[in-house]
């Protein structure tokens, strides 16, 4: 079933939503991400994929606003990305985390609804005056999130609290809170770490319904039957430089791609690839 | 209180240890009818034998629900049915002896410390402290019960209506009632008692019954409650002494409310709030008409009231877009700093080294009395047969005002601004990424408080009648603090009993008073060890502060469900 939709929409090159052009992001004398360019057009689902600290993070970071990129350049429908997670959300981009990041006391519901800030107007006079707009926004965004977890399939959690959700849950509400947001173009990070066959089957399903409402995935993942089977394109990200870019198959055939995961008996590099994780993770937990 | 006592011991001797615990118990109600001291100078007339003194009376109120927690299970469970497993009776009994213990040995202690020594204690003291000492060691061999299920109860809404009903005004005679002692040591005694009963009820599980009740019947919850505090100036027949107390109460607990949204809704530690209700105050005292006021306009009250508001949120917009982009120690520091700031400044704005807006520290005083429409704050009147002095009509005042936060703060956090600070607090950078305007949020926040504060500091002038910059000090900023920590903070009636506590204390106790410091820091200490949430805990802030147990995060989920306590959309209630 999935194979006949990707091949439906793998025709369909729409306009280019998110231009990343040499963007390159250094932390002191380490280059995590080194003048990568990358296109994702509306309507297609990328997939970012890379050894453990091929700075895979960091570039979702550079493209989002969390960092700013130290050269290069990231437009979004031909303008500019602001550095500023916030007015990146406003401009149509939303991100889920690689550790999920819910608001963990706050119920499921809770959760999707915060992600409709940015998308609503209701003002402190509105709401200390109840007055007409506070209560007509606050039942339509219910209702909308409400339609959201039931699209992610959690409606029966609305009144659970997040953390007490399992862990596919999460990752699941986590997507729900970021199309809250009302994107066009939704990053993944590594939506299926952690989940067992089942669950990334839903995920995989879950990934190619939002493509189908009109929207654009960036997917990094570690699963790479999940990515070939989900990705209409494939960049393959390797310390910090693009590798390879192209359709899956061509990725997934290309000696260098199993080289970078396997590495080959010719080459010493192993080491480069733990040492290059360090930044990747400390800039996270700066940020 | 966790003697380890294997539990198959414990399960074994329960029956005679109810037992036991009973005859305690006894021993506690024997000694009510006996002399406790040889003179008639402490406490109240416990020196007689065979009459019960009031405080004896109130001392007895312990030991008799002791009685029942303990001789009620022994009925069995099979003729409990599920009340065997709705009530938390073994730990009810467990709390309720460690408190009357705690009781007798502050009775103990007053008659001994009032008196010169323990020779003064007689018979029936000593009889009751044996019966506490028998009840704690016999309930300590009770098994623990299971947390308390109550809420789980389902009740009909007039039995729920009258339970709100009643318990406020039990919470109103009871408080006009310890307000009325004038001796330390009764206060405290009938103090202790209060507190030991509450504690029992908690254990058995009362208050989370009551809660839900209150979130279903929101509007008799709020309407009885106000109709309690405004009845509160009637039942003092005139006295002022009460009701300055009263009114200095709502006047700390209005600006400690102010204080929870910046603390409690956001999560921002502000240690110079103090300077905020100083700003509305002089505002208000600049612009009240008084001798010494430094500006001759005088704009009707109202006026006045947004103008102290405004003047004081401008400060606080003026401190926090330079300092709210930093978070958390840095916030600390700089609102610390600009509190003494705010009042050395306002001890120098004398005319000499600038204008002369407070005449420095003489600040200014003779601020005339407010008057609505001809109804003369400063004067006495009589309604109802009842004089209503000034301080009661202020205590009114205050009341709308404290009614007017707790709506702001209500509606706030029921909100789509309640949310995003929620999300703040919870994960500030996954809120920015998922669009939520942390810095303008905080920024509301912190303007929002310092309005608020502004208000009640507007009201604080005309009853304090003079504004000196030494009022407003670091100490009170702490103070404050205190009160929303040990109230709980987010909740409001956490903070009003935590405001209420911190007030009233020190002017009941004048012991207290000397070591008031060393008492709070104490407190504290033991507050932030046991039970960090504080008295009244917000869920969220709960599980916050336990963040590893999640057995308790189910049970708020559960208790939650069960109130609809959501932040959406409309909330049925306003769990206060």
Redesign the interface.
């Known amino acids: 079933m999935s194979q006949t939709i990707t091949d439906g929409h793998s025709v369909d090159t729409g306009t280019v939503l998110l231009g990343a052009s040499a963007v390159t992001m250094r932390f002191g004398g380490l280059t995590a991400v080194n003048n990568v360019s990358l296109n994702v057009h509306s309507g297609e689902i990328v997939g970012l994929i890379g050894p453990n600290g091929a700075g895979k993070t960091t570039l979702f970071n550079c493209l989002t606003g969390l960092y700013r990129p130290t050269s290069g350049e990231v437009r979004f429908l031909g303008e500019v990305l602001p550095p500023k997670p916030r007015l990146v959300v406003r401009r149509g981009m939303a991100r889920t985390f690689q550790n999920i990041r819910l608001f963990h006391n706050m119920t499921a519901l809770e959760n999707v609804m915060v992600g409709m800030y940015s998308r609503t107007q209701t003002n402190a006079i509105d709401a200390v005056f109840r007055l007409p707009r506070h209560r007509r926004e606050e039942l339509a965004s219910t209702e909308r999130a409400k339609e959201l977890l039931d699209f992610v399939g959690l409606s029966k959690a609305a009144d659970t609290l997040s953390r007490n959700l399992p862990y596919g849950d999460q990752r699941r509400l986590e997507i729900a809170r970021a199309l809250a947001t009302e994107p066009k173009l939704l990053l993944l990070d590594e939506p299926t770490a952690g989940m067992n066959p089942q669950e990334t089957r839903q995920a995989e399903e879950l990934i190619f319904r939002i493509r189908d409402l009109g929207l654009a995935v960036l997917v990094i993942e570690h699963d790479m039957r999940f990515i070939f089977n989900l990705c209409d394109r494939v960049c393959c990200l390797v310390r910090g430089e693009v590798l390879i870019e192209g359709p899956g198959e061509v990725v997934q055939n290309d000696p260098r791609v199993i080289e970078a995961y396997i590495g080959s008996s010719e080459t010493d590099d192993e080491p480069a690839v733990p040492a290059a994780d360090e930044p990747e993770q400390k800039g996270e937990a700066d940020a | 209180m966790n003697v380890i006592i294997p539990d198959d011991v414990k399960v074994r001797f329960r029956v005679p240890a109810r037992i036991i615990g009973l005859v305690g118990c006894t021993l506690m109600i024997a000694s009510i009818f006996m002399s406790w001291s040889y003179g008639h100078t402490v406490l109240d007339d416990v020196g007689y034998w065979g009459a019960p003194s009031p405080l004896q009376l109130y001392y007895a109120v312990l030991p008799v629900l002791g009685v029942l927690l303990l001789a009620v299970p022994l009925l069995g469970r099979g003729r409990l049915g599920r009340w065997a497993k709705l009530v938390a009776w073994n730990t009810s009994a467990k709390t309720c002896a460690i408190w009357s213990l705690a009781v007798t040995a502050v009775m103990i202690a007053s008659i001994a410390i009032g008196l010169g020594g323990l020779v003064n204690v007689d018979p029936g003291g000593w009889v009751a402290l044996a019966g506490a000492l028998i009840a704690v060691a016999s309930t300590l061999f009770l098994p623990d019960s299971p947390d308390p299920n109550l809420y789980r109860l389902k009740s009909p809404q007039w039995v729920q209506i009258l339970a709100i009903v009643g318990v406020m005004a039990v919470l109103l005679f009871g408080a006009a009632y310890l307000l009325n002692f004038e001796n330390a040591d009764q206060f405290l005694t009938f103090g202790a008692s209060v507190v030991g009963v509450v504690m029992v009820l908690r254990q058995f599980g009362i208050f989370s019954w009551l809660s839900i009740a209150a979130a279903n019947n929101n509007r008799v919850l709020v309407t009885s409650a106000f109709v309690v505090a405004f009845a509160f100036p009637f039942t003092q027949n005139g006295s002022d002494a009460n009701m300055s107390i009263a009114s200095q109460v709502l006047i700390f607990a209005a600006t400690a409310l102010g204080l929870n949204i910046v603390v409690g809704l956001v999560g921002l530690l502000d240690l110079g709030y103090i300077a905020f209700l100083g700003a509305g105050a002089f505002t208000a005292a600049i612009l009240s008409g008084s001798a010494f006021a430094t500006i001759d306009w005088v704009p009707p009250f109202w006026l006045t009231v947004l103008i102290a508001g405004t003047v004081s949120s401008l400060l606080g917009l003026l401190i926090g877009a330079p300092t709210l982009r930093v978070s958390g120690d840095y916030l600390a520091i700089v609102t610390l700093a600009f509190g003494e700031i705010f009042r050395i400044t306002m001890n120098n704005l004398d005319g000499n080294d600038g204008p002369n807006l407070t005449n420095g520290s003489n600040g200014i005083s003779a601020i005339p009395d407010l008057n609505f429409f001809g109804f003369d704050f400063g004067k006495a009147h009589v309604i109802f047969g009842i004089d209503i002095g000034r301080f009661a009509n202020y205590y009114w005042l205050m009341l709308v005002v404290i009614a007017i936060i707790i709506?702001?703060f209500m509606?706030?956090n029921y909100?789509?601004?309640?949310?995003?600070w929620?999300?703040i607090r919870?994960?500030e950078?996954?809120?920015?990424?998922?669009?939520?305007?942390?810095f303008a949020l905080k920024l509301?926040a912190f303007a929002?408080g310092a309005f608020l504060a502004g208000v009640a500091g507007a009201v604080k002038a005309h009853y304090d009648v003079s504004v000196t910059p030494d009022q407003y000090v670091f100490l009170e900023s702490a103070f404050l603090l205190a009160a929303v920590v040990l109230g709980g903070m987010g909740t409001v009636m956490g903070v009003l009993i935590g405001a209420t506590i911190l007030k009233l204390l020190p002017e009941k106790l004048r012991f207290f008073s000397d070591y008031r410091l060393l008492l709070f820091g104490l407190l504290m200490v033991i507050m932030m060890r046991f039970r960090p949430e504080g008295i009244i805990a917000d869920e969220?802030r709960q599980?916050?502060f336990h963040d590893e147990d999640?057995a308790l995060?189910?049970e708020?989920?559960e208790e939650?469900?069960a109130k609809h306590v959501?932040?959406?959309?409309?909330p049925k209630e306003w769990d206060l």
């Open positions: 709506v702001v509606n706030l909100s789509r601004i309640g949310r995003g929620v999300a919870e994960d950078l996954a809120a920015e990424a998922m669009g939520v305007n942390t509301l929002g969220r599980l916050e999640d995060a189910v708020i989920q939650m469900r959501h932040l959406n959309p409309e």
